[in-house]
């Protein structure tokens, strides 16, 4: 599975993968990945793919393809960002 640098131990995942005998793109796909883990939290994004470039070409047939793809987020304790008052530190 797609391994993000971090973070190491999150408290959520998205994971997808899919494989295609072939694949071929008419034109290039605008794609991208927005992940928030707010206030504080880490996230991350990655994949891993077989037989398919990060940038494809149009007009090229990929066989045999696999793509793997993973989102990780590792949220803020509440207790850690309010004091034992319960106010914001």
């Known amino acids: 599975m797609a391994k993000p640098e971090h973070p190491d131990h999150p408290d959520v995942e998205?994971?997808?993968?899919?494989k295609a005998r072939e694949l071929?793109?008419?034109e290039r796909p605008d794609v991208a990945v927005h992940r928030v883990a707010e206030p504080d939290g880490e996230?991350?994004?990655?994949s891993d793919r077989t037989n398919l470039p990060d940038q494809v070409a149009?007009?090229?047939?990929y066989r045999d393809?696999?793509?793997?793809?993973r989102v990780v987020s590792q949220l803020t304790d509440p207790e850690d960002r309010l004091g034992h008052t319960g106010q914001e530190s």
């Open 14 to 18: 998205i994971s997808a993968s899919v």
């Open 24 to 26: 071929r793109f008419h």
């Open 43 to 46: 996230s991350a994004s990655g």
């Open 58 to 61: 149009t007009h090229i047939t």
């Open 65 to 69: 393809i696999s793509l793997d793809f």
